[in-house]
């Protein structure tokens, strides 16, 4: 692994189903993000770990959550997936929670069906 | 609210200059930075202004004038694949990014 990785890159989901996307990362950074974005729109923030323990609700976290077990690894989970929550899902991550450069895994493209 | 504003698209010629701009109202301000996002791939660090002035690195150039809530991102002999959507994004006094919407750039032969 080298930097941020997201998995799945893609997924088609049937509304209703619950969902995790897993983020990775292996810089040992403290801080990391989850965005969705949009077409239109700029990236949104859903949820954020200054350092691991702890999450914070960005400006859309309604619908998913979040944990942060251990430096590496940030999962945002869909309890129940709906159309609105049709997008591209990034997560990132940075050195610390004061925010400087952030670096992005590649992406999921999330389809809620 | 919050706000961030970029133009959504230009286009310019391959060779040329461009200037990007963006004008920014945030609660508090703690540096503004601009990334490029190819279509398809996650967004990459281009540039950090915290101060006010011009900061240049190879062919990219950024501006910050804290006064007017305004920067503009400067990309001098465009090359094809410069094509991407440039995104601006400024640090709020919570420390948190807030995102415009994305400047996609069509360079043409």
């Known amino acids: 692994i080298a930097g941020i990785t997201q998995a799945p890159t893609s997924q088609i989901l049937a509304a209703g189903r619950r969902m995790t996307l897993r983020c990775t990362q292996d810089m040992r950074h403290n801080a990391m993000y989850w965005y969705r974005q949009d077409l239109g729109l700029g990236l949104r923030l859903i949820h954020y770990s200054n350092t691991a323990g702890t999450t914070g609700k960005g400006e859309v976290p309604d619908g998913y959550s979040v944990s942060r077990a251990n430096t590496d690894d940030f999962p945002l989970t869909l309890a129940s997936a709906v159309p609105s929550q049709t997008s591209v899902y990034f997560c990132?991550?940075?050195?610390?929670?004061?925010?400087?450069?952030?670096?992005f895994g590649q992406g999921t493209r999330l389809t809620v069906v | 609210g919050q706000n961030i504003d970029q133009p959504t698209e230009m286009t310019a010629t391959e060779g040329a200059i461009v200037q990007i701009n963006c004008t920014y109202q945030?609660?508090?301000?703690?540096?503004l930075f601009w990334y490029q996002q190819h279509a398809g791939e996650a967004p990459t660090f281009l540039s950090y202004n915290v101060l006010d002035g011009l900061e240049e690195k190879g062919r990219f150039s950024s501006f910050l004038s804290r006064s007017k809530g305004y920067s503009y991102l400067l990309l001098k002999e465009l090359q094809m694949k410069d094509s991407a959507s440039y995104l601006c994004?400024?640090?709020?006094?919570?420390?948190?990014?807030?995102w415009g919407a994305g400047t996609k750039l069509i360079i043409k032969p």
């Open positions: 945030t609660s508090g301000f703690n540096g």
């Open positions: 990132a991550s940075s050195p610390t929670g004061e925010v400087t450069e952030a670096f």
């Open positions: 994004a400024v640090r709020d006094s919570n420390y948190q990014l807030i």
